[in-house]
């Protein structure tokens, strides 16, 4: 019969209505992070299991304290929802993962916004910047140095230690482990499940050198004043290490809203009053250069 057009099977038509509404509830979730978390009322921050002052770590009231809970607590009450501390994560890019999976909104946890971690997540404007260090063992150094036979040429620190020779040691699940393999390539990595294990290792000899950043620098010359006869702090000049916040790579709107946010307390002072009380305090020896 002409102009017939056989009709489709019930079947198909509910399956396809049913399609098209999955993708439309997909495209409403992915556009609208700030409705999602002011509907359920809380957001959720994923943050290191661990303390690192003074970005996040227990005080003596055993409340959590630091530039990046200052900054959770501030977002917020400024979304006018209830704050949840997610701390379950073991290492830096377990934080990552914690909101890749959507298990947490943002992660605010001294997080570099690495390459790769882009890859992953999308990250703020960053808030802060610290600088990176090597922390080298005099005597081991010394030993390093003897056998390159420099010919009375002067040779860069940082040329010196990328030998195979050189075991240089990092945290894993840190961004340094991106760094040294980058700026050291030739270098031998040594990876850490923790600071103290790794500090350990530098001060008995079984490293010539540690990666890591300005912050537990500062809190080992603070712990150890006399440390510094056995180890050397060295600033790797041109490498900033810059911090930002993380959230999906779907919650776009989530992220506008940050970095408008970040901007803001820029400007009205209240970023630059937590580095100065936290980060650039008398007592961590750091300076805001």
Same mark, same amino acid.
């Given at each position: 019969?002409? @102009? ?11 399956? !396809?209505?049913?399609?098209?509404? !999955? ?7 992915? @556009? ?29 009231? @055993? ?135 790794? /500090? ?9 050198? /540690? ?19 056995? /180890? ?41 009053? /937590? ?9 961590? @020896?750091?300076?805001?250069?």
């Amino acid at each position: 019969m002409p @102009g017939f057009v056989p009709a489709k099977p019930v079947g198909s038509v509910l399956l !396809a209505i049913l399609l098209a509404v !999955a993708t439309m509830l997909q495209a409403h979730a992915a @556009g609208s992070a700030l409705e999602r978390i002011q509907e359920k009322g809380t957001l959720t921050v994923a943050m290191f299991g661990e303390d690192v002052p003074p970005f996040f770590y227990t005080d003596d009231a @055993g409340e959590l304290a630091g530039i990046d809970p200052s900054l959770a607590r501030d977002i917020a009450a400024k979304l006018g929802v209830r704050l949840v501390f997610d701390r379950s994560a073991t290492t830096f890019d377990g934080v990552v993962d914690k909101v890749r999976t959507g298990d947490a909104d943002i992660a605010i946890s001294l997080l570099s916004d690495t390459l790769e971690r882009a890859a992953r997540v999308s990250f703020s404007r960053s808030y802060v910047s610290v600088r990176q260090f090597m922390l080298i063992n005099r005597l081991e150094f010394a030993k390093l140095t003897a056998t390159r036979g420099a010919g009375g040429a002067a040779v860069p620190l940082a040329k010196l230690l990328d030998d195979p020779a050189a075991h240089i040691g990092v945290v894993s699940g840190t961004s340094y482990v991106g760094f040294l393999g980058q700026d050291f390539p030739r270098a031998k990595m040594v990876e850490f499940t923790d600071w103290n294990t790794m /500090l350990a290792a530098v001060k008995a000899g079984r490293l010539v050198a /540690l990666m890591y950043d300005e912050i537990e620098i500062g809190n080992w010359r603070h712990a150890d004043p006399a440390g510094s006869l056995d /180890l050397r702090p060295f600033h790797l000049a041109g490498h900033p290490d810059t911090i930002a916040i993380a959230m999906s790579r779907e919650d776009q709107d989530l992220k506008a809203w940050i970095d408008l946010y970040l901007g803001k307390v820029s400007e009205s002072g209240f970023l630059p009053s /937590l580095l100065d009380t936290y980060l650039y305090s008398a007592d961590t @020896g750091l300076t805001n250069d």
